[in-house]
C-alpha cells in the first residue's frame, strides 16, 4: 500500500521552510527521500534506517519514527532549486522492493 | 554513484505495435531491477521486479502478459509493452540497487512513451 505524504503542494517564497511527511500504514524497515524534476529521474536525498534517526544533507534534514511508521522531511532556508516533487520511499523488511508516496509538489519563488 | 542507463529516452509507435525498453547498469552487476511507471503529476508506481535468470515478479493489477520484462545478464534488463495502445502511453523508468536493502535506488533516465 502506497505511504501518503502531506501537504500534497507546496508554495515557499526563497528563504522560507518547510516539512513533508510521509506517513505508511505499514512496518518500515526504512525510508528513502527523492527530488524529482519535471520529465527527469529521482533524485537521491538520503536513507534512514533506524527508528529515530536523523540525517542531514546541507539544509535539507529527514527523521524516521520507525513506532509511528512515519518521517519527516525538513527543507530550511529555500532555495529556488529545491522546486520540484518530493516523494518518500518506503520499504518493508525482507523485501527490497522501494514503494513511493504520493508525492509532495514544492514551488519555490523568488 | 553508480549509473543506470536507460534507452530510448522518448518512443512514439502506433497503437497494436511492440515497444522494447533497456535498462543497463553500466558500473555494477544488479541481479535484481525494478520497472516503474508513472502517469502525469502522479507518483511512481511499482509494475515489476525484474530478477536475473529468472521470471520477473509483478504488483498486482499489471498484466504481465502486456508488459515483458527479460533480465537475461546482470547488467541488461528489458521491458517490452506489447500491442501497444494509447491508455500504455506513460513515462517508464528502471530502477536499481548496488546491494538489496540498505543504499539507494538509482534511476534510468526514464522513457516517455507516446502511443498513437
Known amino acids: 500500500q502506497q505511504p501518503v505524504q502531506s501537504p500534497q503542494a507546496v508554495i515557499l517564497r526563497e528563504g522560507e521552510d518547510a516539512v513533508i511527511n510521509c506517513s505508511s500504514s505499514k512496518a518500515l524497515y526504512s525510508v528513502h527521500w527523492y527530488r524529482q524534476k519535471h520529465g527527469e529521474a529521482p533524485v537521491f536525498l538520503m536513507i534512514l534506517l533506524k527508528g529515530g534517526e536523523q540525517k542531514g544533507h546541507e539544509k535539507i534534514s529527514a527523521s524516521f519514527n520507525e513506532k509511528k511508521q512515519q518521517s519527516s522531511l525538513y527543507l530550511t532556508a529555500s532555495q529556488l532549486s529545491y522546486s520540484g516533487t518530493y516523494f518518500c520511499g518506503t520499504e518493508r523488511a525482507g523485501t527490497d522492493k522501494l514503494i513511493f508516496g504520493t508525492g509532495t509538489r514544492l514551488q519555490v519563488f523568488p | 554513484g553508480a549509473v543506470v542507463s536507460q534507452h530510448p529516452s522518448r518512443v512514439i509507435c502506433k497503437s497494436g505495435t511492440s515497444v522494447k525498453i533497456e535498462c543497463r547498469s553500466l558500473?555494477?552487476?544488479?541481479?535484481?531491477m525494478f520497472w516503474y511507471r508513472q502517469f502525469p503529476k502522479q507518483s511512481l508506481m511499482l509494475m515489476a521486479t525484474?530478477?536475473?535468470?529468472?521470471?520477473?515478479?509483478?504488483e498486482q493489477g499489471v498484466e504481465k502478459d502486456k508488459f515483458l520484462i527479460n533480465h537475461a545478464s546482470l547488467t541488461l534488463s528489458t521491458l517490452t509493452v506489447t500491442s501497444a495502445h494509447p491508455e500504455d502511453s506513460s513515462f517508464y523508468i528502471c530502477s536499481a540497487r548496488v546491494d538489496r536493502e540498505n543504499t539507494e535506488a538509482f534511476f534510468g533516465q526514464g522513457t516517455r512513451l507516446t502511443v498513437v
Open positions: 558500473d555494477f552487476q544488479a541481479t535484481t
Open positions: 525484474s530478477n536475473e535468470g529468472s521470471k520477473a515478479t509483478y
